[in-house]
């Protein structure tokens, strides 16, 4: 049986509400029972709806494709140490929210949902925004006033309407909440359906692995978006008897705002209010993570750590990566950032997979502004 239920109290909700939050508070998770089948999956097309029998979506008419590719896992040396990183930000908004919102548009436009909105720092909001193009589905976009200028023009390309918000990420975000009184919430970080877009990520790297899972993922946390996915998508297949264990999750913060590495660190079940500098990583500029206690539920359950960055280390892997030959954002040089700091004390043994999140197209501007280049 398919419905939200709430992880803190167990009320229950239908699918097709507009419910995007318990009563109590918290925000929801969706129950559902995947299916695996490596024969069909093997026979399917190289994307991610080839797991078509583990995402939450009914009828074949309602999927909504633009071509977003199985990713390439590469592997690359830092340090002198071989790991495996996911080229993620190949999708067709040059971004890994593409997993996310191909997914929760094609389940709204399942439920018959007319118009959505949403709360982003700007790819979130672009991949949305590119899938409610394709399903014909009205969207507004509340992004902070402080959005990289490329993501604005990208989100404004797509045909939403663009809503900037002075102040903070979190005042976008209140305000959003205010407006999805009255019309359906896509949100990344409230909505379930986004989280088991995101999902994807595991089962890719487990058909990639040889039906294997790694033994640590290192991922960005700003909301927790991808770290979570992963969570649930590995906790699947280990539930269907398809892997062993779950990876070890490590998640990555910058060191200007890092709410969830302060709790860890601290031994706390909830992330403290924080108040957040600035960083040019504002992907994961997150001061107030909705689901921040299920990141460090998940993250203390694998076994993992939560590590930060600075600025100057940012910068470093941002010039490291285009010297491999990969122009990403800063916040997916962050991850690299703590992926080498991780590295410095891995067991040698260890199989680790990380991932490039976004391209460096969408952060022009700010790659500019913090000198990057020099």
């Known amino acids: 049986m398919e419905k939200f239920y709430c992880p803190e109290c167990d009320h229950s909700y239908p699918i097709h509400s507009t419910q995007w939050h318990c009563e109590c508070g918290s925000p929801l998770d969706l129950l559902w029972t995947p299916k695996f089948f490596k024969r069909k999956i093997l026979r399917r097309d190289f994307n991610l709806w080839r797991y078509r029998e583990a995402l939450p979506i009914h009828e074949d008419r309602s999927i909504l494709s633009m071509g977003e590719r199985v990713t390439p896992l590469e592997g690359m040396e830092f340090d002198g140490q071989s790991v495996q990183i996911k080229i993620d930000y190949l999708f067709p908004t040059g971004s890994y929210k593409d997993r996310g919102a191909a997914v929760l548009i094609s389940k709204a436009r399942e439920l018959g949902i007319q118009k959505v909105v949403e709360d982003s720092s700007g790819n979130a909001g672009a991949a949305i925004a590119a899938y409610c193009a394709k399903a014909g589905i009205e ?18 390309m797509y045909g939403a309407n663009l809503k900037k918000v002075k102040g903070s990420r979190e005042e976008t975000a209140r305000v959003t909440m205010r407006a999805a009184g009255r019309t359906y919430y896509a949100s990344h970080c409230w909505n379930p359906f986004f989280l088991h877009g995101t999902k994807t990520f595991a089962f890719e790297i487990w058909e990639q692995l040889g039906w294997r899972s790694p033994d640590t993922l290192i991922l960005p946390i700003g909301h927790g978006t991808l770290l979570l996915g992963a969570y649930i998508g590995f906790k699947e297949l280990k539930e269907a008897g398809e892997i062993k264990k779950i990876p070890k ?71 490291e990566m285009g010297r491999k030959g990969h122009f ?47």
């Open 328 to 374: 990403i954002e800063p916040t997916a040089a962050a991850t690299i950032a703590g992926l080498k700091k991780y590295l410095r004390r891995k067991p040698k043994s260890e199989a680790i997979v990380s991932t490039l999140t976004g391209t460096g197209l969408k952060a022009l501007e700010k790659i500019k502004i913090c000198n990057i280049m020099k």
């Open 249 to 319: 999750l490590v998640g990555i913060q910058s060191s200007t705002c890092a709410p969830i590495y302060h709790a860890f660190l601290k031994g706390l079940t909830v992330p403290p209010y924080l108040r957040k500098g600035e960083t040019m990583a504002e992907g994961i500029a997150i001061a107030e993570p909705i689901r921040g206690r299920q990141i460090l539920n998940a993250t203390r359950e694998t076994g993992g750590e939560i590590l930060t960055v600075t600025e100057r280390e940012i910068g470093s892997a941002m010039k």
């Open 139 to 156: 969207c507004d976009i509340y992004v902070p006033q402080s959005t990289s200028p490329g993501k604005l023009v990208q989100i404004q």
